[in-house]
C-alpha cells in the first residue's frame, strides 16, 4: 500500500512539475544556473573517475588475455564496449546519483522545513515547478555531454596506460578501439543518460520535497533519494537494454 | 477584509479546529491570540491555503477563497502577504533579491523600477543598505524585517504574520510590532497576527481573538482583554507574573 502511495504521489508531482511556468525569463535563468550546478560542478569527479576506470578496465582485459590465443588488439576493443555501454552511462549515473541526488534532496528537504516552499505556495508559485522543472530539464541536457566527456576520458587513459607500460603497444590499442565500432553504442549510451538524469532528478525532488520535520528528516531524505534513484537507474538499465540491444 | 465562517479541521483523531467564526478587518491588526497548541497558525494556514478546511468557508472581501481551482486561488495568493515564523528567505538569494522575488515572478516593472521598490520596502523597514547581504549574514530580528518587506514588495491586499516576536529581545520585538501596525494603517491593508506575546496584544491589538483549544472563545480589544469575562481567557493573560502585577494595578 505505501509503494502504492508513494507511486500515485510522485505521479502527482511530476504532473505538477509539468505545468505551465509562471514566467519563462526566470526558468531560463535558473536553467542555466542549474545547468552549471549540477554539470560544471561534476566535472572534476567525472574526470578523475572515468580516467582511472580507463586505466584499470585496460589493465585488468589485458591481463585476461595473456597467452597469445585472443589478439592484443581485443584490449582496446573491450575497454571502449565496456566504457561506452556500461561504465560512462550507467556506472556514472549512480555515482552522480549519489553526488547530485543528495545534493537536490538536501537542498529541497532544507527548503521544506524551513518553510521557503511554503513561501513560495503562498505567493502563488507552483514551487514544485519552479524548484524542480530547471533542475530536470538541466540535468537532461547535461548528463549526455557529461557521458561523452566520461567515455572520451575513460579510453584516452586506456591508451595513457599502453603508452606508460608494456601490456600492448599504443597502436594495437588505437586498432582495437576503431575495430568494428557501431555508431548505434552511442546512440543506446546517450539514450539511457537522457532517461537515467530524469529518474535521478525527479526521485531525489520527490523525496526532498516531500520531507518533513526536523533536519534529522532531510538527511534521511537524502539518503533514500540516493537509494531509491540508484535501484530505479538499475532497473531501467535492465528495461532499455532488453529494448535496445536485443 | 477576511471572513471566516464554521472552519473545522482535523489532522486524523485529532480535531483541531471547532467552528470557527471571525471577521477580520482591514485598517488596524486584528491579533489571534492562545496558548501554543491551541490551533493559531492551524487557522492561519487555513485561511492561506496551505491546509484545506474540513467544513466551513473562507472569504476575501466576498470572494471564497477555499472552493476557488487553483488559478483562481493564485490571484488572491498574489494579493497576500506572509511573514513565517521562521521568516522563510531564500537562502540562495540576497536581501534585495527576497524582495524583489514577487515583483520578478509576477510584476510588469522594469528593473529599474523593481530596484526602487526594493530600497523603498527596506528603508520602511529600517534596513536600508542591507541590500546585497545574504539571509545567513543577518541577525534574527534583521531576518523579521527583510520578512516584511518582501511580504510588503507587492502591495498585498492581506498581511499574515506567525508569531512575529518569536525568539526576538524585547526592544526588537516592540520594533517589530510598531512596523506591523504602521504597515496595517498606512497601506490600510488587512493584517492577521498570529501571537501568545502579551505585549504584542498590550501594544497594537485594536482587534483581538482568542482561541482555546481550537475554539474560538472570546473577541475584543486590548481596551477590554484586561476585564475580559472568560476564564480561560484570564488564565492564559495572568499566566507571568508582570501580567498579576498588571492585574492588581488594573483591579485598584
Known amino acids: ?246 | 477584509m477576511i471572513e471566516v465562517k464554521g472552519i473545522n479541521k482535523s489532522f486524523g483523531d485529532n480535531h483541531v479546529l471547532h467552528d470557527i467564526d471571525c471577521v477580520f478587518e482591514p485598517g488596524s491588526p486584528n491579533l489571534v491570540i492562545g496558548a501554543s497548541g491551541s490551533g493559531k497558525t492551524t487557522l492561519c494556514k487555513c485561511i492561506v491555503g496551505l491546509f484545506s478546511p474540513d467544513s466551513g468557508t473562507i472569504s476575501y472581501d466576498g470572494r471564497i477563497f477555499n472552493q476557488m481551482g487553483r488559478n483562481e486561488k493564485k490571484e488572491i495568493r498574489k494579493e497576500i502577504g506572509f511573514l513565517f515564523q521562521g521568516s522563510a528567505l531564500f537562502d540562495y538569494l540576497t536581501v534585495e533579491e527576497n524582495i524583489k522575488f514577487p515583483l520578478q515572478m509576477f510584476s510588469d516593472m522594469t528593473p529599474l523600477e523593481m530596484q526602487k521598490r526594493a530600497e523603498f520596502c527596506l528603508e520602511r523597514v529600517g534596513l536600508d543598505g542591507a541590500n546585497k547581504l545574504m539571509p545567513s549574514e543577518l541577525s534574527g530580528g534583521m531576518k523579521k524585517r527583510v520578512g516584511i518587506a518582501r511580504a510588503i514588495s507587492y502591495r498585498p491586499k492581506y498581511l499574515f504574520c506567525d508569531e512575529p516576536n518569536s525568539g526576538l529581545d524585547p526592544q526588537t520585538a516592540i520594533l517589530i510590532d510598531k512596523l506591523i501596525k504602521d504597515i496595517t494603517v498606512d497601506f490600510n491593508i488587512t493584517t492577521i497576527v498570529i501571537t501568545h506575546d502579551m505585549n504584542s496584544v498590550l501594544e497594537i491589538g485594536e482587534r483581538l481573538a482568542f482561541i482555546h483549544k481550537g475554539k474560538l472563545l472570546w473577541t475584543g480589544s486590548n481596551d477590554e482583554v484586561l476585564s475580559a469575562d472568560c476564564f480561560e481567557l484570564t488564565d492564559f493573560i495572568y499566566a507571568s507574573t508582570t501580567m498579576k502585577q498588571l492585574r492588581k494595578q488594573h483591579q485598584q
Request: hydrophobic letters at 50%; aromatic letters at 14%; charged letters at 15%.
Open chain 1, 1 to 246: 500500500m505505501k509503494t502504492l502511495f508513494h507511486i500515485g504521489r510522485y505521479a502527482l508531482f511530476i504532473k505538477r512539475v509539468f505545468e505551465r511556468p509562471e514566467r519563462g525569463k526566470v526558468y531560463w535563468r535558473l536553467f542555466i544556473d542549474e545547468a552549471y550546478k549540477l554539470g560544471v560542478n561534476s566535472l572534476g569527479i567525472i574526470i578523475i573517475i572515468s580516467g582511472f576506470m580507463g586505466m584499470v578496465i585496460t589493465i585488468q582485459t589485458a591481463s585476461q588475455i595473456e597467452g597469445g590465443w585472443i589478439p592484443p588488439y581485443t584490449v582496446g576493443y573491450t575497454t571502449r564496449q565496456s566504457i561506452i555501454l556500461e561504465f560512462s552511462p550507467t556506472m556514472l549515473a549512480l555515482i552522480l546519483a549519489g553526488k547530485i541526488g543528495s545534493n537536490i534532496a538536501s537542498e529541497l528537504g532544507t527548503m521544506r522545513v524551513t518553510e521557503q516552499i511554503d513561501a513560495l505556495e503562498i505567493m502563488g508559485i507552483n514551487s514544485a515547478g519552479y524548484l524542480v522543472f530547471p533542475k530536470i530539464i538541466a540535468f537532461m541536457f547535461i548528463m549526455p555531454f557529461l557521458v561523452m566527456l566520461s567515455m572520451f576520458v575513460g579510453i584516452y587513459f586506456g591508451y595513457v596506460i599502453c603508452e606508460l607500460s608494456n601490456i600492448i603497444t599504443p597502436a594495437q590499442y588505437i586498432y582495437g578501439v576503431q575495430d568494428d565500432f557501431r555508431p548505434f553504442d552511442i546512440v543506446y549510451a546517450l539514450t539511457k543518460s537522457v532517461v537515467f538524469a530524469f529518474i535521478i532528478t525527479t526521485i531525489s525532488a520527490y523525496h526532498g520535497y516531500y520531507a518533513s520535520g526536523s533536519a534529522l528528516e532531510v538527511g534521511k531524505a537524502s539518503t533514500r533519494a540516493v537509494v531509491f534513484s540508484s535501484i530505479v537507474v538499475l532497473i531501467f538499465n535492465y528495461l532499455i537494454t532488453q529494448m535496445l540491444l536485443t
